[in-house]
T-cell receptor
Framework: AQSVTQPDIHITVSEGASLELRCNYS??????LFWYVQSPGQGLQLLLK??????LVQGIKGFEAEFKRSQSSFNLRKPSVHWSDAAEYFC????????????FGTGTRLLVSP | DVKVTQSSRYLVKRTGEKVFLECVQD?????MFWYRQDPGLGLRLIYF???????EKGDIPEGYSVSREKKERFSLILESASTNQTSMYLC????????????FGNGTRLTVT
């Protein structure tokens, strides 16, 4: 069965520092991979997605993620964090054919210190 | 911009009550979803629908039902609310193609007392 693991429940980063959020997935075929962000009191917003091709994908708000098949990972990165990036981040995996039914990780809450 | 609107932001209900959570999307999306979000558990899929009057069980359908009479509206029904259904409920929609991202509403925080 497909699954997503986000090993870090909370991460604290200083403003201006770089960020990497980890995501590992288990999936029987080539997956579609997504990162979503949830700001307090809001629904989830799509940051970026990977379907095929270049394994480094760019998203909104200066985020990027790299698909590494050999490590079953899809880590999210940002070179310089802003206070407004404080939110909860969810990684998700879905099938590359057929109906889109996503499986989400448990989320990583990002705290940004001044 | 796609807009997914959930009718209530906060809801407080008593045990045993029948509860309706409503969701409306304005972008003519084929697919609609109901998720439940709990701390430490992430998002879990309750039900989804890929067409009017069609519904499929997700991973945790027990205690819930859904209705989709019109394309833009997807309702989640708790037939007899229980305290373990206290949670944040998120509605989402997407186009029919398999690589379309989900668009989420802002959620309904339901408390069952």
């Amino acid at each position: 069965a497909q699954s997503v693991t986000q090993p870090d429940i909370h991460i604290t980063v200083s403003e201006g520092a770089s960020l990497e959020l980890r995501c590992n997935y288990s999936y029987g075929a080539t997956p579609y991979l997504f990162w979503y962000v949830q700001s307090p009191g809001q629904g989830l917003q799509l940051l970026l997605k990977y379907f095929s091709g270049d394994t480094l994908v760019q998203g909104i708000k200066g985020f990027e993620a790299e698909f590494k098949r050999s490590q079953s990972s899809f880590n999210l990165r940002k070179p310089s964090v802003h206070w407004s990036d404080a939110a909860e981040y969810f990684c998700a995996v879905g099938p590359n054919t057929g109906f889109q039914k996503l499986v989400f990780g448990t989320g990583t809450r990002l705290l940004v210190s001044p | 911009d796609v807009k997914v609107t959930q009718s209530s932001r906060y809801l407080v209900k008593r045990t045993g009550e029948k509860v309706f959570l409503e969701c409306v999307q304005d972008m003519d999306h084929e697919n609609m979803f109901w998720y439940r979000q709990d701390p430490g558990l992430g998002l879990r899929l309750i039900y989804f629908s890929y067409d009017v009057k069609m519904k499929e069980k997700g991973d945790i359908p027990e205690g819930y039902s859904v209705s989709r009479e019109k394309k833009e509206r997807f309702s989640l029904i708790l037939e007899s609310a229980s305290t373990n259904q206290t949670s944040m409920y998120l509605c989402a929609s997407s186009k029919g193609s398999y690589n379309s991202p989900l668009h989420f509403g802002n959620g309904t925080r339901l408390t069952v007392t």
